[in-house]
């Protein structure tokens, strides 16, 4: 993705430290701004959860850098989901897969299910190299409010309660990623987003819609 402006990658080497700290930083990505946290720092995790006022037995999806980190954080990945990999990551498509033992529970609310993306962004992935480390990489508005497209919009939102937004300009996507559950035999459209179901039934053929 080349290499990042140096305006960017000073605010990028911050962020990391943070999130090291167990901060909370928003960010551009190729869909809309998200909100991450270091996906083992639980306190962290538990301040996404309070500042979005997101409901606690929703799950948070992982941002990964590339599809290498898939199998640190899955149990097993269904041929169909690499399918999906290969033709939509990096991208704005959210999987959801069986979890492994390293991905703690307070990211899947319990559950045994993990939903991981890789953005088509180069800030998220840097962010995720500099920690070396999945982030929790959820959007960046409290919950039912509209989507941020801006770093004003997240500070509009959240004001202080994040350590960090990283100012990269509008998101040019603008609709959130398509979530596809690949944990069972046939596909499973759990939200349809920036991803229409048209693309993903040329890959997978049969799909399920919830």
Known sequence: MGKLPS??????????????????VAFPTDTVYGLGAWSHHQQ????IYQVKERLRNMPLPLLLADSSQIGEVAERVPET????????LPGALTIVLPKSKSVPDFITAGGMTVAIRIPAHPIPVALVRGLKAP????????????????????YAQFGDKVDLIIDGGRCLGGKESTIVDV??????VLREGAIAREELKRVCGSLVFK
């Open 183 to 188: 944990t069972g035999e046939v596909p499973v």
């Open 7 to 24: 305006n960017i990658q000073r605010q990028v080497d911050e962020a990391v430290s943070i999130l090291k700290r167990g901060g909370l």
């Open 44 to 47: 962290a995790v538990e301040r």
């Open 135 to 154: 982030i929790v990489g959820t959007s960046a508005n409290l919950s039912g409010k509209p989507s941020s497209l801006t770093a004003d919009e997240v």
């Open 81 to 88: 989901a690499w399918l999906l990999v290969t033709k939509f």
